[in-house]
């Protein structure tokens, strides 16, 4: 993700939960954006699968701004502008909030617990300066901070006590310096200086029935980045485009786990890795648009990335062109090589790793096609993408929402030969006509690796998926907003029990794992609502009342197992029965508020 020409790093409020829920850039600041899903232009990269590059919104000259407050969070923006001829403009936002699908303090005959959190809040702000319409100088800052605490002791789903603690904090802070200036009517040059901070403190412990681990993660980087575009028009038919990009890191590592799991998905041991170093990356592009006829644009690139703490580089060159049908649309087409480096804050020292993987490469080609008809428009890509060097990596096999992912017996490595993932995606969106805009989307896709001479899906393949939202103006005062979300069931691996004789004669029970991810989770579908309810004041300015639902009808989606000794009963028959426990995502989550915006 980038925002005015930076790089945002670990950009996700609420980590402790899948890697993250939302973004920590408020969307109301967000003037465009430009999602590349694959097939990107060669000033983009060391990423392989897309790119989403967002641009804020240019403050108005007048002041205005929004106070908003719900069950769940707080914000407040605001921008406006400066000088005899508004040359100075600004835009901050705030935001703070408390995600309460984790309950609070709560006692009860088989439960404990003391929580706070999680909670989040984050700031963005930005002052730009025209010196002119052609020489513009902007300063941004971006801060965000997450923390979660919770002391839990309960009865588990076999009428054991367990217990579990976490503590955790996430800060993020950005600033970077814009400057944006055209040469004559030929030559525009961007150049952004940019320094920043990740720190991640996470510590926690799990007791349980032939389960205990004590956590302690701590881990820092330290930022400092240049990079710089030139793009030049040599005629109206032929465009150059050349940069590049150096950054810096200072990153420390303090991770302690101390873990011993019995029984027959057990293992012990003492995890440490204490290490602090520097690294740096370079990178340098170039590209070569032109026009040939009246209906093809070509451009060609190439891209040389180079990082320190794995000595490696790549090269990666990238052919993009359009193709105008006219009334029929057009025809869009990429192909090249894509690479991605492990990041220095991506050590995988969790799990005892204290080596960085070599970069991936992925040899990628995406065809589409795009039409608008009238208010509608449709877009329809379709992609193939091969990885010959794809990074080893751990993964959870049943357990996947744990916010501890190493503190479970399913954690195993998986090295693949190679991997590769094709789709198709259709797009289709109506909007500013009528009371109605909806936007819905399908894609069909396959994410595999290849593994002893099978294609396995990877954990997050989802075969088919559906989206669909829409805003209904039912009057001037009244909207209703929904959001309907739907994809196949998530790869999992089977598991049952057999029954096996000791040498001294007694029966034990041995776990039987089925091939990997060979069989599905139940199909994911969940429905979120928003109905709005608007004032307008003689001022012009507004007042919002609003109730948001998510999961309206409550769906109760399947995200994982929990998998141990007590799964599995040995029957007087010699058979071996296995109880299936599951693990859910998010129950129904209902909010209200009201916002009040304004202008002078």
């Known amino acids: 993700i980038r925002i005015d020409g930076l790089e945002i790093f670990e950009p996700y409020h609420v980590k402790d939960f899948d890697n993250g829920i939302f973004s920590i850039i408020d969307p109301e600041v967000i003037g465009s954006l430009d999602l590349i899903p694959g097939g990107f232009p060669a000033e983009y990269g060391d990423k392989m699968a897309g790119v989403l590059d967002l641009t804020t919104a240019r403050a ?6 929004q106070i908003g407050v719900s069950i769940l969070s707080v914000w407040a923006g605001a921008s406006g502008s400066l000088g005899a001829e508004d040359e100075t403009r600004w835009r901050v936002s705030a935001r703070h909030g408390v995600i309460e699908f984790v309950n609070g303090d709560e006692e009860e005959e088989d439960e404990v617990r003391r929580a706070s959190g999680p909670r989040y809040w984050d700031f963005i702000g930005r002052v730009e300066h025209s010196f002119s319409s052609s020489n513009v100088l902007s300063v941004s800052v971006l801060l965000s901070n997450d923390s979660f605490e919770e002391e839990e002791m309960e009865l588990d789903d076999f009428g054991d006590f367990e217990s579990d603690t976490i503590d955790s904090e996430y800060e993020s802070s950005y600033l970077w310096l814009n400057h944006e200036v055209a040469i004559g009517e030929s030559m525009f040059v961007e150049t952004v200086l940019s320094a920043g901070t990740v720190e991640d ?61 019995d029984g027959v998905l057990g293992s012990d041991g003492l995890t440490r890795f204490v290490d602090s170093f520097s690294a740096e990356s370079h990178a340098v592009y170039f590209a070569d648009r032109f026009r040939i006829g009246d209906a093809l644009v070509l451009e060609l690139g190439a891209r040389y990335d180079r990082q320190t703490h794995t000595d490696e580089d790549q090269l990666s060159p990238r052919l993009n062109l359009v193709y105008d049908l006219g009334r029929a649309g057009a025809l869009r087409a990429s192909a090249g090589q894509y690479h991605q480096s492990q990041r ?23 065809l589409g096609w795009e039409r608008s008809f009238g208010s509608y428009n449709l877009r329809i890509d379709a992609y193939n993408r091969d990885i010959d060097s794809p990074r080893p990596y751990y993964d959870n096999i049943f357990e996947t929402t744990n916010p501890n992912p190493e503190a479970t017996r399913d954690r195993i490595l998986i090295a693949p030969e190679s991997s590769n993932a094709h789709g198709l995606e259709i797009f289709v969106s109506r909007r500013g006509v009528g009371r109605l805009n909806w936007w819905g989307s399908y894609t069909w896709s396959e994410v595999t690796d290849r593994l002893d001479g099978r294609d396995v899906p990877r954990s997050f393949d989802q075969t088919h998926a559906v989206s669909l939202s829409g805003t209904y103006r039912m009057s001037p005062k009244w909207t209703i907003t929904g959001l309907f979300n739907y994809h196949t069931g998530w790869p999992t691996t089977a598991v049952s029990g057999r029954a096996v004789a000791g040498p001294d004669g007694t029966v034990g029970i041995e776990v039987v794992l089925g091939d990997l991810r060979s069989e599905r989770l139940d199909d ?15 001022s012009g300015n507004s007042l919002e009342f609003f109730l948001d639902v998510q999961n309206v009808y409550a769906r109760e989606n399947i995200a994982g197992f929990l998998v141990d000794d007590r ?4 029957l007087p028959s010699g058979e071996v029965e296995y109880v299936e426990i599951t693990e859910e995502s998010f129950p129904v989550v209902p909010s209200f508020g009201v916002a009040y915006s304004f202008t002078q």
């Not at 799964?567 to 040995?570: D, I």
């Open 60 to 65: 108005s000259s007048d002041l205005s701004g």
């Open 201 to 261: 403190d996470r510590r926690a412990t799990e007791e349980g029935v032939g389960a205990s681990a004590a956590i302690r993660d701590l881990r820092a980087m330290d930022i400092l980045g240049f990079r710089q575009n030139w793009s030049f028009q040599l005629s109206p038919r032929h465009y150059l485009k050349w940069g590049a990009e150096a950054r810096s890191y200072d990153v420390s590592y303090d991770y302690t786990n101390d873990f011993a799991f």
């Open 344 to 366: 220095p804050n991506e050590l995988q020292v969790e799990d005892g790793e204290s080596a960085f993987f070599p970069a991936e490469r992925a040899d990628t080609l995406v």
């Open 524 to 538: 994911y579908h969940r429905l979120d609502v928003r109905v709005s309810r608007f004032v307008e004041f003689a």
């Open 567 to 570: 799964n599995f009963t040995l």
